[in-house]
């Protein structure tokens, strides 16, 4: 016990000569070495990339051949060859299917960009949560070791006091008592701290020292008034703007799916040249030519006309499902943005309330000290008063830690949450 609470204080010691890194750094590393966040630009990308593939089928299409046939006359022994080479151009001129593919990837194309965003506000989220468990885990740790220092003075002092004839053996073994409760919970906040910087380290996925902590100049105000108007904070939140174009998405894949059974047109233009020659004549003929086509399509019967049928009923299934998804997506984000305000404005008063308790904790030391030292107090009153002096201290920090979690929180909840937000609390960050 006494090695490893030699080497963690070493360890703690010599991150905090350290240079120590802020909220900003952590959050630069974890944007870069995140693989989650990775991988959702990755989809968000590759949606852009669908869009643009189906645009590119409403452009002009070129392509060109080359053939040459050989014919062999056997009545005449006679034979020639024909070489033609073409090049056409085709382009569609009306395919409400091919439309309707387009509008579905474009409103795609949006909500991934929708989702990618939800992402990022909660990859921030995330990240500072991370930040400020292994502060507060290394808190629990200062308090921890500072009880266990206390505890040993006061068992230090009731010896003292027995052997002079003024204490008691029951004081002595009290303290003692005391004294082995506070190592476990010291043995457990050791594990903690270390528990909480691998969580970091997995999301930045490098080592690092010390952590900037919140400076004095710190408030826990509420940062932000929510706005009166809720509806309009609902429809412009990520999540319901990712919904709201995957249900358009939606719309125009059922269209596309009626589209199907429409008609379409398209424009070809064709250029040809062609080179007979005979073996019986030494002239060779060549002709050039160029064909102009218009072509419409209409499925009237088959096998395709059925299943057209079924991929309407589909479509029209999923439009449903994305209509009922948006509707729940916009009650969720309501009911978020009112959590997160009524969380936002409890954690300020917790910290205010945490903040007497220890001007309530530090005078209770005082008196009950005071007490014992004149011989009419108890040693577990000392004891006590000084554990619930540390929890309060502890508990300060903590809740402050929680109220940066909550502000970030309710930037979350309305939609609105940046990397700004990092940089703002960077600045009550100190060594």
Known sequence: MRILTIALGLVLAGNAMAESKGLSEIYNLAVANDPTLRAQIATRDAARASQDGYESRRGPTVSASISSAQTDNAMTNEDSTLNTASVTVSIPVYDRALNKQIEGARYSSSAAGAVLNTARQSHIVTVAQAYFNVLSAERDYDAAQAEVEALEKQLEQASERLAVGIGTRVD?????????????????????????????????????????????????TIHRDLESNLDLLVDSHPAVIEKTNAFQAAV?????????????????????????????????LTSQKNLLTLTMNVPIYGSAT?????????????????????????REVRRDITIASRNLEASARTVEARRLAIVSAASRVEATEAAYAVGSGDIVEVLNAKKDLFAAERDFEKARHTHVIRQLEFDQAIGDLSESAIARIDQYLVQ
Do not use: C, H
């Open 252 to 284: 125009a894949d059922l269209d596309e799916a009626r589209g199907e059974r429409w008609p379409s047109l398209s424009l070809s233009s064709t250029y040809q040249v062609s080179e007979t020659a005979n073996s019986v004549s030494s002239d060779g």
């Open 306 to 330: 059925g299943s057209l049928s079924a991929a309407i009923e589909k479509a029209y299934a999923d439009m449903v499902v994305a209509e009922s998804r948006l509707e729940e997506s916009r």
């Open 172 to 220: 002595v073994d009290q303290a003692r008592a005391q004294l082995d409760l506070s190592k476990v919970s010291l043995i457990a906040s050791e594990v903690d701290v270390e528990t909480k910087r691998a969580d970091l380290k997995r999301l930045v996925d490098t080592d690092f020292t010390a952590l900037k902590n919140l400076s004095d100049d710190f408030e826990a």
